[in-house]
């Protein structure tokens, strides 16, 4: 009987975060009965399955379209009068809009079951496309409230909670289940970006619109039965921990997560009319953002199968190291097609890395135990960057635009500050990060971390 009270608490938390309780730096919990995880199989790999259908739809549609739409709205004039710094915040209203619904997302996860919010946020924002379809040349509060507030909550009820369930089926192969998860995003925006493209030139924003809605309720919502966690809901369950926000590492993880995302979505919106201004078709541009999500594919499976061996804090300080040196070296320098293609590739394997491996380290450190909620919290955190770091970066392009009657555009954009600006952000993110580790491993360099 002691041997079987070891085995199972053994599951209850990671290592990391069993050492961590001996160094007092985490209160230990003592977690309720629910038997092994299974770390494999056929359930706990159809979840992961599941998760990586809804990942491709919902990241796909949401935040990896939203470049070709940002284009094809400022470019054709779709809504006269509208500033850069509207359309760029739209995007980030969508995952700042998520992320403020993150907590309580994971909380009625736990409470209620994962399945059903998944299937809510399936609906939410294929209806939210579709009411966006109707609105008219005067009308872009209705994209900014639909396509971007309303759809960013569906997205996150969809795959933030299907990816919290993840790690309740697996013990030592979460890292690797969850990189082989996180590949659906990539691949989504490699297929959503095109299709996106090809639906505005033949059909009209109105259908395109109309189109994703349709697929986000028809296959999230498939997908979305197959979702499930090992852990049954708890009606009873505190829904925040105020503790959590006493933890110094914890803290450290929100603050970097924080300034990680005023930089990390503004290469992927400005792709598009970045391409365009250096005189590239639109066409050609999508391929390039369609490359960079290429690059996530692969580099995502390369950092999965490290996960375990290099550990993923690490993996996550390398990938924001990497991301700000090519922004201010190659970002800055990309000139031509080829230039600019060489930076795509590369961001793709580094700052289009960070929304997947928070969610690894956050269980890696923390445990799965109540991961949607905690999850959820962590999350949250990303609000902040994607409101004000887009808008920064809205503004910065609008001060940088003038007219130019030589340009196919009618007007020139100088984005020099905007690619310092992310580069020194990347950097200053690594720093904090950087920080996480020597508070959880001291100045020890070959940790698992």
Known sequence: MASDHQSSESTATSPLAAEKELAGDIEKVEAPEYGEAPDGGLKAWSVVACYFVLAVVSWGTSLFSWSVFLGYYYGANVFPGTSLTLYTLTGGFTLAAGTVAAP??????????????????AFLSGISYIIASF?????????VLFQGITNGIGAQASWMVALAAIP????????????????GSPIGGFAFSNLTQYLLDRVGLAWTLRTLGFICIGVIGVAALGVSSRIPPQPKKQTFDPKTFKEPVFILCFIGSIVSNFSATLPLFYMTSYGAQLGIDTTTVTWILSFLNLATVVSRFIYGSLN?????????????????????????NATTYGTLLAFALLYGASGAQFTSQLPIVVPSIWGAEDSASKLGVMLASLTFGSIFGNFIGGRILDAN?????????????DYTTVQIYTGVIWLISAAIFIAMRLKITGFKLLVTV
Do not use: E
């Open 135 to 143: 609105a008219g040349p005067g009308q872009v509060w209705m994209i």
């Open 104 to 121: 309580f997302l994971g909380a009625l996860a736990d409470r209620f079951g994962y399945r059903p919010v998944v299937i809510g946020g």
């Open 401 to 413: 635009t003038y007219p130019n009657p030589y340009s196919p555009l009618g007007f020139s954009q």
């Open 168 to 183: 309740t089926w697996f013990t030592t192969k979460t890292g690797l289940a969850m990189s082989v998860a996180s590949l």
């Open 308 to 332: 375990n061996i290099v550990g993923p804090l690490n993996i996550l300080i390398f990938c924001n190291i990497v991301a700000g040196v090519i922004s201010l070296a190659l970002w800055r």
